[in-house]
């Protein structure tokens, strides 16, 4: 499917046409993955569009190029204004938003140090690299490993190391699933591709924890947030691929994706797709990333 192009993309300060946001053949991140990257979502609410999360996003992308030795030229608040501009330039109500740090052209080969930092931030009306499905996702488990953390760091949400998700859900799609399910070095159930993965039994909660080689979602931490407000208990803790085909409801959750049911892993299926706790997140994450709970109201950068 072709992108969805907007107008304008923000590139190193200055707002451009979209077709004329271009990088040289030569640039650092393209041949080496010295890139980071964060993905987050602008939700249109009853005051007009508003980024959901976009201090933790940003703050986030800052963690990721320190982790990989790279320092953005630009801070927070830079970025924040950039990505305002942005969107009421091209006049979204609703969109995907991508904010991309990477190496760029000046040199060639494995060091890095004198290759300079460019910043770009595009936005286009997506609405999610999974396929609508509320009756519920099928996954396979991969049999490629979630990266070990001792090769790369998975804390950091850079570029070459997506290579690892990009062939876990090809296998998983030419075998006829929805998504793949990753496990880590040790065999305990890591994430998704592109998703945190929840499992709920007994009316608990439970997720993997970054050690397992999961990102630290922040729509995984909205999640958690919201429950504990619901009074579902959460639990962060190492799960095993059997906890999961023992689960009552399993849902994944990304910035992507929102909040989706699995219906079938590893072609088991699930007793309930979506059960009465996803069911029950799912409209209390609608309602904070649209402004109506007013108790989430500060996890929203409005456009003005």
Request: glycine share 8%; proline share 7%; with cysteine.
């Amino acid at each position: 499917m072709a992108l969805p192009e907007a107008s304008t993309i923000w590139l190193d300060g200055a707002l451009v046409p979209w077709q004329e946001a271009r990088v040289h053949v030569l640039t650092h991140g393209l041949h080496y993955g010295t890139g980071v990257l964060e993905g987050t979502r602008v939700f249109a609410t009853e005051d007009g569009p508003a980024v959901f999360r976009l201090p933790e996003h940003l703050r986030r992308l800052d963690r990721s190029a320190r982790m990989i030795r790279m320092e953005l030229p630009y801070d927070i608040a830079d970025l924040t204004k950039a990505t305002v501009d942005l969107v009421r330039a091209n006049g979204h109500r609703e969109c995907y938003l991508r904010h991309f740090a990477f190496l760029g052209y000046g040199t060639m080969g494995i060091d890095m140090r004198s290759s300079p930092v460019e910043v770009s931030i595009a936005s286009w009306e997506w609405h999610g690299q999974l396929p609508p499905a509320d009756g519920g996702i099928t996954l396979k488990t991969s049999s490629w490993r979630r990266n070990d953390p001792n090769a790369v760091p998975p804390a950091a949400k850079a570029t070459g190391p997506y290579l690892n998700s990009v062939l876990a859900r090809r296998e998983a799609n030419d075998a006829g699933y929805d998504e793949a399910l990753l496990l880590g070095a040790d065999g305990t159930v890591s994430e998704c591709t592109g998703e945190n993965v929840f499992a709920v039994r007994d009316g608990v909660l439970r997720t993997p924890p970054s050690s397992a080689g999961a990102l630290e979602g922040i729509t995984q931490d909205t999640v958690c947030t919201l429950a504990r407000d619901l009074g579902v208990p959460v639990r962060v803790e190492s799960l095993l691929r059997s906890d999961l085909y023992a689960a009552d409801e399993l849902f994944v959750c990304g910035t992507a994706a929102g909040i989706v049911p699995v219906r079938a892993l590893d072609d088991r299926a699930l007793p309930a797709a979506p059960g009465p706790v996803t069911t029950r997140l799912r409209e209390a994450y609608r309602a904070a990333v649209t402004g109506a709970d007013p108790r989430y109201r500060h996890w929203l950068t409005p456009v003005a």
